[in-house]
């Protein structure tokens, strides 16, 4: 949800740092809601069974079928099942919305009637938000837009903006306890 490894950040507040032998990195997370853990390669699987953490959407695509499958038995509207890390895991609030966007689907969707279609959408889109949000923040220091940075994305924060594939307001709706921006025209 919120942290990045960085190398000697200036600012910021740092979490945890490694040191290695010719270099250091270190775990800034501002908000204070990430974690880290160093784990052996053998451990990796166990943890995230333990956790309850689902797989990544991301480096590898996946198919419509594996995002269909992964949501299967859920009723609620698509946005905040994206969210859960159960299912699927690395995806957060802000990246929902947008990915939303991209494909076109209302948040309020539900997740039971979407069409192959929209878990085409999904799929399609995922990984190329999550590719293009990953080489943003390849800057040494990345400004979130809680800290005074600019806001990168395309719907996210921007309600009463105007949508810029076809002008109408961008809307924002509370979901989950959660903020939710979408097109009403674009995404229905």
């Known amino acids: 949800m919120t942290g990045k490894t960085v190398p000697e950040p200036t600012t910021g507040r740092v979490r945890a740092r490694l040191v290695f032998p010719k270099h250091a990195i270190a775990f800034k997370d501002s908000r204070r809601l990430g974690e880290a853990w160093i784990l052996t390669e053998a451990e990796v699987a166990p943890f995230f069974e333990a956790k309850r953490i689902g797989p990544e959407p991301w480096p590898d695509p996946q198919s419509a079928d594996w995002w269909r499958e992964r949501f299967h038995g859920l009723r609620g509207p698509i946005k905040p099942a994206l969210l859960r890390q159960d299912r699927v895991s690395g995806l957060g609030n802000i990246a929902a919305s947008e990915i939303l966007w991209r494909a076109r689907i209302h948040p309020a969707r539900s997740v039971a009637k979407l069409s192959r279609r929209a878990w085409e959408t999904i799929a399609r889109e995922t990984p190329l938000f999550l590719q293009e949000s990953i080489d943003a923040e390849r800057a040494p220091e990345v400004m979130l837009v809680e800290e005074g940075g600019d806001n990168p994305f395309v719907v996210y924060d921007r309600a009463g903006e105007p949508c810029p594939r076809?002008?109408?307001?961008?809307?924002?709706?509370?979901?989950?306890?959660?903020?939710t921006y979408f097109c009403p025209r674009c995404q229905r």
């Open 166 to 179: 076809c002008g109408r307001k961008i809307r924002r709706i509370v979901q989950a306890a959660r903020s």
